[in-house]
């Protein structure tokens, strides 16, 4: 069987998942991936036969995307030509990991594929929302990557076809502590927005994993560290707590290993929002935005003896059996 993945990198989680997933793929077929879009900053050791610029995301300073640049980097004849292009025909199988591209290689070419990730867990109206729903965010989470079936992931199983997240190997083996320091992932802040913050809060000791840093050093209390994987996976392991966007696989990780979470959404970003509607429900501490009161919310949080919710681990076998066995009318 030949096997179709289509990885979206608008960010780090996506190809993520597709690493945890290859080896178990393997045992179905063989695997060609396609990376559409180029924000991902993370190494990876899956086998890339096919690129595209796609669509990909631009930060702003403190916590917003910029969507002026999204807009202006978006090249719609470069994607029609790469979907085009895309040999999907030669595949048995085609997974698409919201990648738009995909998608329309798909539709052109009249062929079926399985979304399979998190955004597909939108497909269902039972997935949790924010109190204001955006009808331009509806629409990019139910058709931007529209597909014949869908399999999706999610803190907890709001629908039949929505399975838990892909917790990596490494957490799932760990020896957890509790070493004291925060770990702190926000791609979307620049250093200067969250710096006198986390210096105000001197007994507390924060690991900083920021864009832009080229090798790990220390100031006060803050130890910055390079985006790198393996650095960060030791840090969350054994760390208080983790301080991070409102993404999913990050947040899963943190609630898997029973570590406190502070979520803060990148501004105007509806699928982070809802998210962060779905984790407030669980407990998890939800802020829209950064104040001068973020030095105090730290603080009691950091003392803060309740407990917090646990996210379970997807069985992979079982998530895939579904995949492959559940949908065979879709394939040739």
């Known amino acids: 069987m030949k096997i179709f993945y289509a990885v979206q990198a608008t960010g780090n989680g996506h190809i993520s998942r597709a690493q945890q997933l290859y080896p178990y793929l393997k045992e179905f077929g063989e695997v060609d991936f396609f990376l559409s879009g180029?924000?991902?900053?993370?190494?990876?050791?899956?086998?890339?036969?096919?690129?595209?610029?796609?669509c990909s995301l631009h930060y702003g300073k403190c916590g917003g995307l910029n969507y002026a640049d999204v807009l202006k980097n978006i090249k719609p004849f470069m994607m029609f030509k790469d979907a085009n292009a895309l040999p999907l025909e030669k595949y048995d199988v085609i997974i698409n990991d919201f990648d738009f591209v995909t998608a329309l290689?798909?539709?052109?070419?009249k062929l079926p594929s399985v979304q399979l990730g998190h955004q597909a867990s939108f497909q269902s109206d039972a997935t949790p929302r924010p109190e204001k729903k955006s009808i331009v965010g509806e629409s990019i989470l139910k058709h931007y990557a529209r597909a014949t079936n869908y399999i999706g992931f999610h803190f907890q199983s709001y629908d039949s076809f929505i399975v838990p997240p892909v917790i990596k190997e490494e957490f799932i083996r760990a020896e957890r502590k509790n070493l004291g320091h925060i770990t702190v992932y926000l791609p979307s802040f620049q250093k200067h927005c969250l710096q006198s913050t986390f210096a105000k809060l001197k007994h507390i000791q924060f690991q900083w994993f920021l864009e832009g840093t080229e090798s790990i050093r220390i100031e006060e209390n803050i130890t910055y560290f390079p985006i790198n994987q393996d650095l960060f996976n030791k840090?969350?392991?054994?760390?208080?707590?983790?301080?991070?966007?409102?993404?999913?696989?990050?947040?899963?990780e943190a609630l898997f290993l029973e570590k406190k979470l502070i979520s803060i959404p990148i501004k105007n970003h509806y699928e982070q929002q809802c998210n962060a509607a779905a984790l407030s429900k669980m407990g998890v501490k939800?802020?829209?935005d950064v104040g001068d009161d973020f030095n105090e919310i730290i603080e009691t949080w950091y003392h803060d003896k309740n407990n917090h919710p646990q996210v379970l681990s997807n069985h992979i076998p079982q998530t895939l059996e579904m995949l492959f066995d559940t949908y065979p009318k879709i394939y040739n």
């Open 38 to 54: 180029n924000n991902s900053n993370l190494n990876h050791s899956i086998p890339i036969k096919y690129r595209s610029k796609g």
């Open 286 to 288: 939800v802020l829209e």
């Open 105 to 109: 290689a798909c539709k052109l070419k």
């Open 235 to 252: 840090s969350l392991i054994n760390s208080h707590g983790l301080i991070t966007g409102g993404g999913f696989e990050t947040p899963s």
